[in-house]
T-cell receptor
């Protein structure tokens, strides 16, 4: 059973550019959540995808968007990058079934720096 | 005011001490997660619990849904326990994170 993986591990972009971060869920999981963690802060919930549809969203602008694919892998897209978007981006996968939401397993994160 | 509050924010302990980290929340929840984040960013899920108590090795987590309070206990603390501990409440389609407790265990 493979764990949650993310790519790339590090990324440097400039203001105004667009970025795509990728996450491969743990085998058997159908739900993926994305989080932003600024340096020295706790993670902030961006959104969650369940069965390829957005299933909840935190307080992030529309330039943060996502996709979940049939194999339950996921992408986080950020348009028009701003300096404040510099952060560690974490994804977490879980299984949501009839009993509801299950424990999340986190990926190692992608560290994005916006210059 | 945060929906989820943790205390203390920072904690330094001597190796072997018993440690308690508290989490209080104001939102209605069905379950609560305790996470451990090591320097460098890796996050490990320690517990997910919706009632009572769970134990894993030297770690014990308790929750009182009525009082909206959870605690994470570490027995016989060790320097490798040094990390940030975060409680998370999934509520509806949102996740609320506690402010985190930074634990340093000194040999």
């Amino acid at each position: 059973e493979t764990g949650v993986t993310q790519s790339p591990t590090h990324l440097i972009k400039t203001r105004g550019q667009q970025v795509t971060l990728r996450c491969s869920s743990q085998s058997g999981h159908n739900t993926v959540s994305w989080y932003q963690q600024a340096l020295g802060q706790g993670p902030q919930f961006i959104f969650q995808y369940y069965r390829e549809e957005e299933n909840g969203r935190g307080n992030f602008p529309p330039r943060f968007s996502g996709l979940q694919f049939p194999n339950y892998s996921s992408e986080l897209n950020v348009n028009a990058l701003e300096l404040d978007d510099s952060a560690l981006y974490l994804c977490a996968s879980s299984y949501t079934g009839l009993a509801g939401f299950d424990e999340q397993f986190f990926g190692p994160g992608t560290r994005l720096t916006v210059l | 005011k945060n929906e989820v509050e943790q205390s203390p924010q920072n904690l330094t302990a001597q190796e072997g001490e018993f440690i308690t980290i508290n989490c209080s929340y104001s939102v209605g929840i069905s379950a609560l997660h305790w996470l451990q984040q090591h320097p460098g960013g890796g996050i490990v899920s320690l517990f997910m619990l919706s009632s009572g108590k769970k134990k894993h090795g030297r770690l014990i987590a308790t929750i009182n849904i009525q009082e909206k309070h959870s605690s994470l206990h570490i027995t016989a603390s060790h320097p490798r326990d040094s990390a940030v501990y975060i409680c998370v409440t999934p509520t509806g389609n949102q996740f609320y994170f506690g402010t985190g407790t930074s634990l340093t265990v000194i040999p």
